[in-house]
């Protein structure tokens, strides 16, 4: 049984915000992004003095925002913030190199590697030249998509629901994107477009995709309905299925059903019921919490004086490959019930 990972629940708690959307801070540090180095001046306008450059992505301290602001045009498009006062690691016959530079060249984000810039841009300039042939190779098969909707087996498969994934405006929002302004390395979980739009791994193959096409939405709107049909009326009403387990002795199912507070609910049935028919429990109101760095994430659930705790192990380990499913009575744990098989 192939692993379904809920991509979109997991990135929602890994996104960031880039410099370029928020304040600028005194007395912290900072990235030098501008690809050719950052030039250093001796008074806060384009008219004071080069004293220096600083290096892409090399750190700087900043120690004043003097807030004169400044708008220049780069790539194309108008990049605005304020001259800055910084402290480099750089000495020039002992003296620390300092200045004025201008604050649309900074990030609180440590930039993407020069490798990594030639593999974004590489993929960037597949969506300029419209080269779908490339595009499919760009594809980890099968790609996983959100359950019910089936996955993509093959680059034939990609080809037929194209436009389910990519439509014009996500289109539009790659092939004009900066490799170094609108994508940022994140660790583990690789490199990203904006705050999640699209993930590439380092090696430039697509990752996932949180831009959901209206293809997408209808088609997925379409086959919920139809997989309501196949559960039992108490539980029809939800947004997205999350996911579900089997016990020894229980089906456990959790579904979104407040997409805007993102609140979960839990069903679970003897193993020998099927879901059409009423589950023996039924709880609502879960919040979802990540464990780890690793996509680990657990719902909690409430029943007056018991909590449910639903691990959903996205690392599994030899002891606990799925996760479990435990119960505690005024805070102590009663029970603990081990997950053997996932559901998709």
């Known amino acids: ?45 384009l008219k004071g003095d080069k004293i220096g450059k600083i290096r892409y992505s090399e750190r700087v301290k900043l120690t004043k925002n003097t807030g004169i602001e400044l708008s220049i045009k780069d790539e194309g498009r108008v990049i605005s913030g304020n001259w800055v006062y910084v402290l480099t690691n750089s000495y020039i016959n002992n003296e620390q190199v300092k200045g004025y530079v201008f604050s649309g060249f900074l990030s609180n984000e440590e930039p993407l590697k020069h490798d990594h810039i030639k593999t974004v841009s590489r993929f960037i300039n597949y969506f300029k030249t419209k080269n779908k042939e490339a595009i499919k190779k760009t594809i980890k098969y099968p790609f996983n998509r959100p359950y019910p909707i089936q996955d993509i087996e093959n680059e034939d498969e990609f080809l037929t629901y194209y436009d389910e994934i990519f439509d014009k405006e996500l289109e539009e929002k790659i092939k004009n994107s900066s490799p170094i302004r609108d994508w940022s390395a994140v660790g583990w979980r690789g490199i990203m477009l904006e705050r999640g739009t699209l993930w590439l791994d380092y090696d430039g193959s697509i990752k996932g995709i949180l831009h959901e096409t209206q293809l997408h939405k209808d088609k997925m709107k379409k086959l919920i309905e139809e997989e309501k049909n196949t559960i039992h009326e108490s539980i029809r009403d939800y947004n997205r299925f999350d ?27 003897k193993l020998s019921k099927s879901q059409k028919e009423k589950p023996d429990l039924i709880l609502y109101n879960g919040k979802v919490t990540m464990d780890g760095s690793g996509g680990n994430h657990y719902f909690e659930f409430y029943k007056g004086i018991y909590k449910y705790i639903c691990y959903n192990m996205v690392l599994g380990t030899n002891e606990y490959p799925y996760g479990s499913i435990d119960v505690y009575k005024d805070n102590k744990q009663i029970s603990e019930d081990k997950f053997i098989k996932r559901i998709d």
């Open 243 to 269: 996911c579900m387990f089997e016990t020894k002795t229980q089906r456990i199912r959790v579904d979104l059903v407040d997409d805007k507070k993102y609140l979960y609910r839990l069903a679970i049935w």
């Open 1 to 45: 049984m192939k692993l379904r990972i809920n991509f979109i629940t997991l990135i929602l708690f890994f996104c960031h915000i880039s410099i370029f959307s928020q304040t600028i801070f005194e007395n912290q540090e900072y990235y030098a992004i501008a690809p050719s180095g950052l030039l250093i001046r001796n008074q806060p306008s």
